[in-house]
């Protein structure tokens, strides 16, 4: 008996479902390990590129596989980068309220410097602070806009599902997604691929369908409208990786600043405390400014 893994997967939650309805008597994490395998064997064809010997009678099953298997690869992407949506936008957002209270610190300790070197007699005039500039957050409006492609996501969710699947199959499946092709195909949904569309095989074979008159009809324009959402969401994505890191560098560089002018604050305080009560005298002017505003005093 070969040896075999158990291996978790993040799967569509109807998915799990459509699993079950295929054979009751069969629980759904079996079912969805036999799509596993009828995946690998889909997918590795298609590579591959083998030559197609279905009928033309067949061929119609296999465009709804394909596009049944792409509608719920969509839907998985767009989930996961919704999700990240979410998560840069609130990170955005957190290090927009950092940047504006190091701003505030930073003038704050600008403030006390200033106000120490008047009494040192380096400065004659407290340095005031310009307008602050608005709050930057993320851009994002928080209000996911109504269409087909959202119409696909409603109520869509994600479930674990733990499979077992044979060590020599799961070898097999690693070095498919290895194969000339596969990310820019599938891109980061290798094992879902798999399984999504063996389970769209297993459910054309359990119900013996032999023409596409049967089968549900499929909103392709709607699956357009989708793969143009997951475009845009991938676009958001890149953008706010931008502006999570530009914030983050911004706001160390201002954590460095702020260091040193504590420092600098400490210095002064010192510095003021060893002279005592007495008054400091203003440091000589120097230089060409020094010359010319001695001539003018006469």
């Known amino acids: 008996m070969s040896a075999s893994t158990r291996i978790e997967l993040f799967l569509l939650c109807e998915m799990v479902e459509r699993a ?7 629980d759904p994490s079996v079912q ?21 010997t279905r009928s033309q009678t067949a061929e119609p099953l296999e465009e709804w596989r394909a596009t049944r298997a792409s509608l719920d690869l969509l839907r998985y992407r767009a989930l ?5 949506n979410d998560r840069l936008e609130a990170e955005i957002d957190r290090c927009a309220t950092e940047s504006r209270a190091l701003q505030d610190a930073l003038w704050d300790l600008h403030g006390q410097a200033d106000r120490l ?9 407290i340095g005031e602070r310009p307008e602050p500039p608005p709050t930057i957050g993320s851009g994002g409006s928080r209000k996911r806009r109504r269409g087909r492609a959202e119409g696909l ?16 199959a799961l070898e097999r499946a690693e070095q498919l997604q290895r194969q000339p092709g596969w990310i820019e195909e599938w891109g980061a949904g290798a094992s879902f691929a798999i399984v999504a569309h063996g389970l769209a095989a297993l459910e054309i074979e359990r119900r013996a369908l032999t023409t596409a008159d049967a089968l ?10 989708l793969s ?6 991938a676009e958001s994505v890149r953008i706010l990786e931008l502006r999570e890191t530009a914030f983050k560098i911004d706001n160390a560089g201002m954590g460095a600043r702020l260091a040193s002018l504590q420092q600098e604050v ?25 010359r010319l505003l001695k001539r003018r005093g006469g």
């Open 153 to 168: 996501l409603e109520g869509v969710e994600l479930c674990g599902v733990e499979i077992e699947i044979p060590a020599a």
């Open 117 to 125: 070197k008047v009494k040192l007699g380096r400065r004659e005039t």
């Open 20 to 26: 079950r309805r295929i054979d009751a008597d069969v």
């Open 216 to 225: 549900t009809p499929l909103d392709t324009p709607a699956l357009a409208a």
């Open 32 to 52: 969805l390990a036999r799509a596993f395998m009828r995946g690998i064997e889909l997918l590795s064809g298609l590579l591959e590129g083998h030559p197609s």
């Open 228 to 233: 143009y959402r997951v475009a845009e969401l």
């Open 266 to 290: 400490a210095e002064l305080d010192q510095e003021l405390a060893e002279h005592g009560a007495r008054p400091v005298a203003p440091r000589r002017r120097g230089g060409v400014l020094g």
């Open 80 to 84: 996961l980068l919704l999700e990240q």
